[in-house]
């Protein structure tokens, strides 16, 4: 089965094709035949956040593009005419940029093969997803294809159980597959929008065990780096101070609050951290080595914090595989202490983790997300589907 797989929830525009056959975690593999990313960041580091509107014009702007882009790389990309039906222009009516490229794009190429289009529809900024369902639409209204509604998060888990092998030389479209794991999975989801423990006993059954009460730990990473004049995203940026500040010796005089460590639940909460990072700054501007140890803390604080949290529920759970995911699974110091910890309390668990470029926001995850939907004929209506913002696993 060829699908397609559109990711527009933040700030990437994202488009994948992949081919993908057998069942979850028994005879699954599939090949990415094209697949294509554009990252706002940079336009949106102005602001220090992504901004909603903007990334929805830019979504509209460049998804065509893209498309283009990862269909040419999967050899799909035919010259000829899809006739496009008139409800499109109702479907898209609120994009008259994408409306115009995508009659643009129908004028000059046919219909690709491609059996299903998996889009994301939540969580994230809805005005950003919108753009993304509706071009979906218009695509399976001139295609004939159906559509399948993705969660974003279900994405970001399958991620790590794919095996990605980093000693083979990776050719285009060289055959992947699962890593061989066992339940119960625990899922550590840590992203720009999200912090969350997610226990699965089997696979697409979620349930949430912990949460964040306020920030997610990505938005932490960016507003601290915010406050120490580091562009967004602050994520990598922390990360590469507090490197800096681990390999000079360079450590705090003082001590960042681990918020809920100790608390007898599975919740979050960064927003005190983010304060306490605030107040020191506020009462003396630090220099750049004060940076770098502020960075070390705060990074300190929050893998603490991480572990912490996900080593007593793999405990009270007896979780058999963990699962990092989401952008700040990039991260490679928390990757770290999570592994040391799993190994040190000898658990039994084995950890599995993204490679670093399929951590963050991609189409591929929600194409393979979106397979196993296909697979169960688990499609999505068209007219009535909508974006969900605040979506939840489950
Ligand atoms: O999953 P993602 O790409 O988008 C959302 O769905 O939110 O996650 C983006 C977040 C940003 O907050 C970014 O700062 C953070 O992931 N991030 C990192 C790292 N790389 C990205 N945080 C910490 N360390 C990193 N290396
Ligand atoms: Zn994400």
Redesign the pocket.
Known sequence: MRILGIET??D?TAVCVIEAEGNFNADFSFRVLGNSLLSQASIHAQYGGVFPNLAKREHAKNLVPILEKALNESEMLHQGQTKAPAEIGGMLSREPELSARIGEYFAKYGKPKIDCIAVTVGP?LEPALWVGINFARALSKAWSVPIVAVN?MEG?VIMPLVRHDDSEQKTANRKQEMQKFKFPLLSLLI????TELVLSREWRKYEILGETRDDAV??A??KVARLLGLPY????E??RLALEARSSKLEANFNLPRPMLNDDNLDFSFAGLKTAVRRIVEKNPPSQDEKLKIAREFEDAVAEVLVGKTMRAVAERGARTVIVG???S???Y?RLRLAEALEKEGSGATLLVPPPEL???NALMIALAGYFHALKSDYADSATMRANGNLRLG
């Open positions: 929830s933040c990437e994230g974003h970001h992203s720009g929008g999200h990505g938005e990473f960016d995203p602050g994520g990598p922390i990360s989401g952008g700040v990039a991260n490679t928390i951590a963050t926001d």
